[in-house]
């Protein structure tokens, strides 16, 4: 008998996922690391990164050169998402919850709390975007397929990590085959030349511009990547987890992407339009169906996450609750934020993620790579979850760097919002998450190392009060 399959008889509440933010036992693991693969894909089958792949078109970028961006921007993201998801099986425990070693137990509760901020705003842009595809496929209005949306994605998320895994990969399935024809015909019907326009003063900014922004998307699932991957058995192989991952998010980004692009060049703005003017109108309400079942993974996914940061932050709920609570509050930004103006929002809400995560990511790159050997000299699994253990208090060192890099990152900002010098030097161009990332790295690196005889916590709690 497969034994990741519920035996028949059990209840509803029985297949529900009861786990919060603890370490999962060894007898509790489960699963290949090729199951990767497709948790990364189907989350990201829904019509935002479509969307998003056709924001060169009418910048002037051409298919080329959207197409050149989109690559170099999900390469760069999804090695770094594959690089946090090794991560879930050494220690068997939440992304956000790890670096609870750098920034210490009351620390983190700063990206953790952002993180909640990230989660619930990629949740109500994936109802906004699902309610749409749901809209267009029974033609009844957005408020009331919002709450649909919102509604299913919270019962997924409720059910929990199993649930995740057999959506995702029936989703993966049903994606390559129909994608696949939708590749096809989007092939069959462009007639327009693949060549870039001629180059201009703005060309290079504009696919800096394209490209910070997909990489942005991306590598903002770093944030997630361990919540999927720490059930997985701790003795599994590294390289394989990570090439798993990195296809799975890789693949998937990229296709949606590119046919967003090629879309939206077909029907001269909308992809959507794009699709109705090459594909028959049965196939055309399929595409729609798998829209809306990648929304309501990408939305699960979501709650999922975080509720794990909520519990992060010590919030005395239980998983459900939070999960319930985040669908309430990103089902109302839908509908305040699923109008006209969406486009601009997305695109803002995409760079300001980079504003922390950026920073973050760096820390804990360096706190599991460097300063604990690669998840191997970290002390008991109990150490992350008790309050006055070695990770206790608050770790100004972490703290610093971690400021430092959002400070950094002000200059090159350029958003709706605010665009700082850099940013207006570089024609718009957002690299604030370059910066961030590398003052952070920089300033955590040479705190470390000036601390060097107090790095490790498992010296004992005496040395790792900094």
Known sequence: MNKNRAPAGRTMRSLTEHHGISRIDDSQRHGRERDQFSMRFAPVVYLAPVMLGGVGIPLGLGLIGSITAIVVGNLLGSL??????????????????????????????????????????????????????????????????????????????????????????????????????????????????????????????TWLLVCSVIFSYTVSWTIYASDYSRYLPANGRARSMFLWAFGGIFSSATWMMVLGAALTLLANGDPLVGLGLVLPDPLLKLVLVVFVIGALSHNAVNLYSGAMAGLTCDLPLSRSTVCLAGGAVGGALAILLGGANFQ????????????????????????????????RDYPQPTAFHDRLGPFRGTRPRALLAFFLGIGASVPFMATDVYTGPAGRMLGGVDVSYAASFVVAAVVYELLRKSHAGSASPAKGPATTAV
């Open 80 to 205: 770094a998402t594959a690089a946090c998801a090794v991560m879930g099986p050494r220690l068997g425990i939440p992304q956000v919850t790890m670096s609870r070693a750098a920034f210490g137990h009351r620390g983190n509760y700063i990206p953790a709390f952002l993180g909640i901020l990230l989660f619930i705003g990629y949740f109500s842009l994936g109802t906004a975007l699902g309610a749409r595809s749901l809209a267009n496929l029974t033609g009844l209005p957005f408020t009331p397929m919002v709450v649909v949306v919102a509604a299913l994605s919270v019962l997924i998320a409720v059910f929990g990590y199993d649930a995740l895994q057999a959506v995702g990969r029936w989703l993966t399935w049903v994606s390559l085959v129909v994608f696949g024809i939708v590749s096809l015909a989007v092939m069959v019907s462009t007639t327009e030349p693949a060549a870039s326009p001629a180059a201009s003063g703005h060309y290079a900014t």
């Open 344 to 375: 601009s929002h997305f695109n803002t809400f995409l760079l300001m993620v980079s504003y922390f995560v950026m920073p973050w990511l760096a820390i804990l790159l360096i706190d599991f790579y460097r300063t604990h050997r690669g998840g």
